[in-house]
């Protein structure tokens, strides 16, 4: 099928290129983002491909169908960039990639752990500079310390799972608990309990209504003083003005984050000869108990091979007309944020 592939960066090409080959789609690689402006370049395509931040609104949506788009791949697990209903009017199919590796991403929250917590970020620095000296990077022993994780999914139970190997004591708080985690990693509670007991606090829950700034001013203060905060899920799952308090009283006694609030304006390009206007995001990196990384944690070779392997087979499925499972439909989107919410 002739795919646009939207948003696409040389690792996508990459990938995507790789996996092809089994399958023979006429892929065709465009670098901007999916939206109203940039539709009319879906002329001719019966299939166009999408990742996080293309967005396929309802205005986006008419353009592309009066193009002749019947089929939407999106390269990512998430679907809340595309109005489902409008494409179900309109006769387009989405097709997502439900998981394509729950470790890349539970091993990066690790790495942001023991990097904040060692000093690495700063000990990189230093000894580049002759600086041997080691003042101001101690850590703590992970061993005996409490790990909150907040939505115990497939990818927080992964984390759970390396904490626990860590000597850790695990604490869960999930709406749907998982039967696997209370069996053989940690102990559910109440998101109080988990908030106030918990050294390090990892979030792996989606973001919906229900959790849209989950942490924000009363979370926080729940917090053990000095307690370490990860982020690899969704930036509004924490309220960053909140979490900038925080770090500034030092009840927040660092903080992770791959995913942030207003992400969409800055992440996935190279702004480095640009005046970065949000001076919210800008205060965040002055903190030297904080690292923010540009939502790079499913970044490995295996998920980026099974995202590009699983978005090339679900289209082969629907150009031969057979059942995709990997089909989302409008009344799943209404479910869910109802059933999370
Ligand atoms: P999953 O669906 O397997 O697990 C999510 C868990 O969160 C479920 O157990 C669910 O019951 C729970 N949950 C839902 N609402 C909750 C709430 N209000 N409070 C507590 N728990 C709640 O999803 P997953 O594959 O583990 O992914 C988790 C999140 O990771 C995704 O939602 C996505 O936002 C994020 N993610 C980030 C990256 C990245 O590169 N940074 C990549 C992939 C996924």
Redesign the pocket.
Same mark, same amino acid.
């Given at each position: 099928m002739k795919v646009a592939v939207f948003s696409t960066k040389p690792y996508d090409r990459h990938f995507l290129d790789a996996a092809n080959a089994a399958y023979g789609h006429e892929l065709v690689y465009l670098e901007p983002l999916l939206s109203s402006n940039t539709a009319s370049l879906t002329s001719g395509f019966p299939a166009v491909c999408l990742f996080v931040n293309d967005t396929a609104d309802a205005k986006t949506l008419d353009i592309l169908a009066a193009n002749g788009t019947k089929l939407i791949a999106l390269r990512c #697990? =998430?679907f809340n960039n595309v109005d489902l209903k409008r494409a179900a009017e309109l006769g387009i199919t989405v097709v997502r990639v439900p #998981?394509y590796s729950?470790y890349s991403?539970a091993e990066f929250a690790v790495a942001l752990l023991l990097t904040l917590n060692r000093k690495i970020h700063k000990a990189y620095n230093r000894v580049r500079e002759g600086n041997f000296a080691l003042d101001g990077l101690a850590g703590f022993d992970l061993h005996n310390r409490t790990v909150g994780v907040? =939505?115990?999914?497939?990818? =927080?139970f992964i984390f759970a799972e390396i904490m626990k190997g860590f000597g850790c004591e695990i604490l869960g708080?999930?709406?749907?608990p998982?039967p696997k985690f209370a069996e053989a990693v940690g102990r559910y509670v109440e998101l109080s309990e988990l908030l106030s007991s918990a050294d390090v606090i990892s979030l792996?829950?989606?973001?919906?209504p229900?959790?849209r700034h989950?942490i924000d001013r009363e979370a926080i203060a729940l917090m053990k003083p000095g307690a370490m905060l990860i982020n690899?899920?969704?930036g509004a799952l924490v309220d960053t003005e909140a979490a900038i308090e925080g770090l500034k009283s030092r009840q927040i006694g660092a903080l992770g984050l791959?995913?942030y609030e207003q992400e969409a304006d800055l992440f996935f390009e190279d702004l480095s000869n640009e005046i970065i206007q949000d001076d919210v995001f800008e205060r965040l990196l002055m903190f030297p108990n904080v690292i923010v990384t540009g939502?790079? #944690?499913?970044l490995t070779t295996e998920a980026l091979s099974n995202i590009a392997e699983t978005t090339l087979a679900n289209i082969a499925e629907v150009e031969q007309h057979r059942h995709c499972v990997h089909e989302v439909k409008a009344e799943q989107q209404v479910a869910l944020a109802k059933a999370?919410a």
């Open positions: #697990a =998430g #998981a729950p991403v907040i =939505g115990t999914g497939k990818i =927080g708080y999930d709406l749907h998982n792996h829950c989606p973001l919906t229900g959790t989950l690899t899920s969704r791959d995913v939502h790079q #944690a499913f999370l």
